[in-house]
């Protein structure tokens, strides 16, 4: 029989089925004769450089790579890096850029750069915990006010163009730009404001694009699919990821998602950043977290009809932080930094390294269920791309499985094939039997580039 290995399964201590996300396996809906999907090993990533500090961003404007690392405004070319000039603060930063300047917004501060990196200075502008630049503007956002700076000079702000969010007297988080639109971050609701002129603050609220969510933090929402998609809640309503559009939001998240982010506490989600990715037929959406990075892919979920999420990791086993953030699109290639050290790095799919260090993955399979009558296992069987491995390595997979989806037996190990040996057949045999059902799990390491295509298992049916 075949078993569907594109979402795995397990249970909990609350009595809940869960659902086993795959971990740096990204499930690929595709029809290839064998399947109609598969999983295919996630990116690598190559170092390219070592920087002054931890990355906070990037940007590429007018064909260069700018990055905030550490204390520093720094650019990137060909893997050498040249500091620019001093950033304060720590944390995340935001970049934008109008005709002749690129803007960042970091340690409450505003800079730009135009050759010679500057900081506005003018007392009225106030703390920046944010800024998007929209129609000759830079506007900033200190959490209670909207400000801009002068059209005729953007280091000079005027307090009485100030202006404010008050659809919900709740705080400002952050600031985005789409279709030339501000979209206003507040905690429990999103305002959208239209660029109107006048003397004063010159743009006004658009009461038809309010969207009745907020975000959690400064850096929780991101331009995606040609919408809004964000992190956070109503009032009165736990935190999910949501896509925003013409004043409504739609739940990406699943209730898997939802589960996994309530174990941590809001000040932790606030902390939390969104991105997006789009090549080779994904859509991607990554919300990094502390220990993991939860990914959602629009275009697969799309194909499937039902949502698609996987896990990123830099760890061996379990799942740790992901060390890629802050993707950038330059030289035909996807760069990004290392928010726990001051490596620049290349994403690509030669390797499924992290910096040159080994990282594992993992998947499981649905439960397996012949009606309550049990079955003997004599064989399971791996359907891959062996072969594909690195010179020199060995790699193996290992197999382990569950009656009650929270207890599992010891790993049974398999080689998988080393370089050069595409026939080789990933198999275990005489894998013992089940009462009433079962679940099945995988893993191995970044030494062992496989693409998994099904599981087969042939099955001896018990109490006929």
Avoid at 17 to 28: D, E, G, K, Q, S
Avoid at 209 to 224: F, M, S
Avoid at 366 to 393: K, Q, T
Wanted: proline share 4%; net charge negative; glycine share 12%.
């Amino acid at each position: 029989m075949q078993v569907p290995i594109l979402n795995g399964g397990y249970t909990d201590g609350a009595g809940d089925f869960r659902t086993a996300l795959p971990v740096n396996m990204i499930p690929v809906p595709k029809q290839n004769g064998i399947s109609s999907g598969y999983l295919r090993p996630a990116d690598g990533i190559l170092s390219h450089g070592v920087g002054p500090g931890d990355d906070r961003g990037g940007i590429v404007w007018r064909g260069e790579h700018y990055r905030a690392m550490g204390g520093k405004l720094v650019r990137v070319a060909n893997g050498l890096v040249e500091e620019l000039g001093e950033l304060a603060g720590v944390g995340p930063v935001t970049f934008d850029y109008s005709f002749d300047c690129l803007g960042i917004a970091a340690g409450g501060s505003l800079y730009y750069w135009n050759g010679t990196l500057t900081q506005v200075t003018d007392p009225d502008l106030g703390n920046v915990v944010d800024m998007v630049w929209v129609d000759g503007y830079f506007m900033t956002t200190d959490g209670e006010y909207l400000v801009v700076t002068e059209l005729n000079d953007r280091t000079s702000v005027n307090p009485l163009k100030y202006g404010s969010s008050e659809a919900d007297p709740d705080p400002v988080k952050g600031l985005l730009k789409l279709r030339n639109e501000v979209y206003a971050l507040n905690r429990h609701t999103i305002e959208l404001f239209d660029n109107v002129g006048g003397t004063l603050f010159p743009f006004e609220r658009n009461e038809a694009g309010q969207i009745q969510r907020g975000v959690l933090g400064t850096h929780c929402a991101v331009v995606y699919a040609d919408s809004l998609a964000f992190l956070g809640s109503a009032r009165n309503e736990a935190p999910a990821v949501w896509l925003g559009q013409n004043g409504g939001s739609q739940k990406l998240s699943t209730r898997e998602i939802d589960v996994l982010l309530e174990a941590y506490d809001e000040a932790t989600l606030a902390q939390a950043e969104l991105e997006t990715r789009t090549l080779k037929g994904h859509q991607l959406l990554y919300l990094h977290l502390p220990d993991k990075t939860l990914v959602y892919d629009l275009a697969a979920s799309m194909a499937v009809e039902e949502p698609v999420w996987f896990v990123l990791s830099s760890s061996l086993t379990g799942t740790g932080r992901y060390r890629a953030r802050h993707f950038v699109w330059h030289d035909n290639l996807w760069q990004c930094g290392d928010p726990g050290s001051a490596n620049i790095g290349i994403l690509t799919d030669a390797v499924s390294s992290h910096y040159g260090e080994v990282v594992g993955w993992e998947f499981g399979t649905s439960i397996i269920y012949n009606e309550g009558r049990g079955a003997l296992f004599h064989e399971l069987e791996l359907v891959a791309l062996p072969g594909r491995c690195a010179l020199g390595a060995d790699p193996v997979v290992w197999t382990s499985h569950s009656e009650d989806g929270e207890t599992w037996s010891m790993e049974v190990a398999c080689p998988a094939g080393k370089i050069g040996e595409r026939n080789a057949r990933i198999k275990w045999r005489r894998q013992g039997r089940m009462r009433q059902w079962r679940l099945q799990k995988f893993r191995g390491t970044s030494d062992a580039r496989l693409s998994f295509a099904r599981l087969d298992a042939t099955l001896e049916p018990l109490n006929v």
